[in-house]
């Protein structure tokens, strides 16, 4: 079937400005979640979701960032009043569920704020 | 929360040598250690994992072996390829399925 996508594939914004990237997960699979990777570093842990509940939001940076999964399928991740700081690939990742430890990643959205 | 480290950052090997890779992990209750492979613009693909209940794992070329007391894991690839060439990411799951990676190892093969 189908893997995880994310969209957009690249995203450039303004500072300031407010932007939601989108992360569609495998069907079927329960578990999703958000990462941040800047360049030569490794993937950084935002927030999980079980279902429609977010499990573990302990990795995002401060209150602009918030994310949704209102039907426990689809994902948004919307940070507010973005930083050049938040200029990075946002990885979004999916697993069964709960006891299934294998993550399927999506291609990712790299998002550059000028 | 869950610390890793990984060694080396960069690895050069000449084709068909072996290569390993070290990471040490600070929570107790980590129990599942995935590897990752990405290519330069790529998704991370999973190559490997071992869960806390086994010391050792091969698939083909790859191995990984966990000491739980020591609270390291490292992979080995052996006989390797140019299509080897990559950046290595270990990783540590623990609670609530909360993965932490390492820095990454950026992995040169020479043909």
């Known amino acids: 079937g189908a893997g995880v996508s994310q969209t957009p594939s690249n995203k450039v914004t303004e500072k300031g400005k407010y932007v939601e990237l989108r992360c569609d997960p495998i069907s079927g699979h329960t578990a999703l979640y958000w990462y941040r990777q800047s360049l030569g570093q490794g993937p950084e842990f935002l927030i999980y979701?079980?279902?429609?509940?977010?499990?573990?939001d302990s990795g995002l940076p401060n209150d602009r960032f918030f994310a949704v999964r209102p039907e426990g399928s689809v994902s948004t991740l919307k940070i507010q009043r973005t930083e050049r700081g938040d200029s990075a690939v946002y990885l979004c990742a999916s697993s069964f569920g709960q006891g299934a430890y294998e993550q399927y990643f999506g291609p990712g959205t790299r998002l550059t704020v000028t | 929360g869950e610390n890793v480290e990984q060694h080396p950052s960069t690895l050069s090997v000449q084709e068909g040598d072996s290569a390993v890779i070290k990471c040490t992990y600070s929570?107790?209750?980590?129990?599942?250690f995935p590897w990752y492979k990405q290519e330069l613009g790529k998704r991370p693909q999973l190559i490997i994992d071992i869960r806390s209940n086994v010391g050792e794992k091969k698939d083909q070329r790859i191995a990984v072996t966990l000491n739980k007391t020591a609270k390291h894991f490292s992979l080995h690839i052996t006989e390797t390829q140019p299509e080897d060439s990559a950046v290595y990411f270990c990783a540590a799951t623990g609670g609530y399925q909360k993965v932490t990676f390492g820095t990454g190892t950026k992995l040169q093969v020479i043909p």
């Open positions: 979701f079980q279902g429609t509940g977010a499990a573990d």
């Open positions: 929570d107790s209750a980590s129990n599942y």
